[in-house]
């Protein structure tokens, strides 16, 4: 009689069948951990574009509340706006806190960040001081981060010296008697990406708190200040 044949796996069948699992986990790993980074990826870019638009959109708000406030200086009219390239200082209608009523002193710059080792857009923001001759409340205010990692920021600004000069872009606003019409301002990240530029009109006109001149629309100090 013949020795009846086992049933089975052989040793070499084990391990191939092993073999073949062992690449197929592989596999299904590396495909998880693909979607996986793809989604983390896509997400910080969400986050980082809607973090981006919150920032574009709160400092538009700022700019356009800026408010024609003049420095107390008997001898000259000028205002509290202070437009450079690289930077913007001006007085906003909304208050500085919520417990605190009023103007406010906004500054917007850049700045360094030691940790990250780049280079991050600042806005700070004080209640001006009694005398207001200067921006000198800003060293000493609250810093909000508006973007972070930005390698160059430049500002621009559209407006004439008065009512019979033609208006044009300038980077750095030489008219103290004046308030410009329009802010411009760009911003490259530090991968040289360019963001889309923001241009905010000037909503509140000069007129706003002093008196008007019969001969163009500019400011001239009150009597009693």
């Known amino acids: ?75 000259t009219l000028k205002f509290a706006f202070e437009g450079k390239e690289d930077s913007l200082r001006f007085v906003s209608a909304r208050p500085a806190g919520i417990s605190v009523t009023g103007l406010s002193m906004v500054g917007v710059a850049l700045e360094e960040d030691r940790e990250k080792r780049t280079r991050k857009l600042v806005m700070r923001r004080a209640p001006p001081d009694d005398e207001a001759k200067s921006f000198a409340p800003l060293d000493r205010g609250e810093a909000t981060v508006l973007y972070e990692r930005v390698d160059n920021v430049s500002f621009s600004y559209f407006g004439s010296e008065n009512d019979f000069t033609e208006p044009e872009w300038t980077d750095d606003w030489k008219f103290p008697g004046r308030i410009p019409n329009l802010i411009r301002m760009k911003i490259r990240k530090d991968d040289g990406t360019p963001m889309p530029d923001l241009v905010v009109r000037i909503v509140l006109g000069e007129e706003a708190g002093c008196m008007e001149s019969p001969f163009q629309r500019v400011c001239r100090p009150r009597r009693d200040t």
């Not at 989604?39 to 809607?50: E, H, I, K, P, S």
């Open 1 to 75: 009689m013949k020795p009846r044949a086992q049933a089975g796996f052989t040793l070499i069948e084990m391990v191939v069948a092993m073999a073949l699992l062992g690449v197929m986990m592989l596999l299904l790993y590396g495909g998880l951990t693909f979607g996986l980074r793809g989604w983390d990826a896509g997400d910080a870019n969400g986050r980082r574009t809607a973090d981006q638009r919150i920032a574009t959109n709160f400092l538009r708000r700022e700019i356009t509340e800026l408010f024609p406030l003049r420095f107390k200086d008997p001898m």
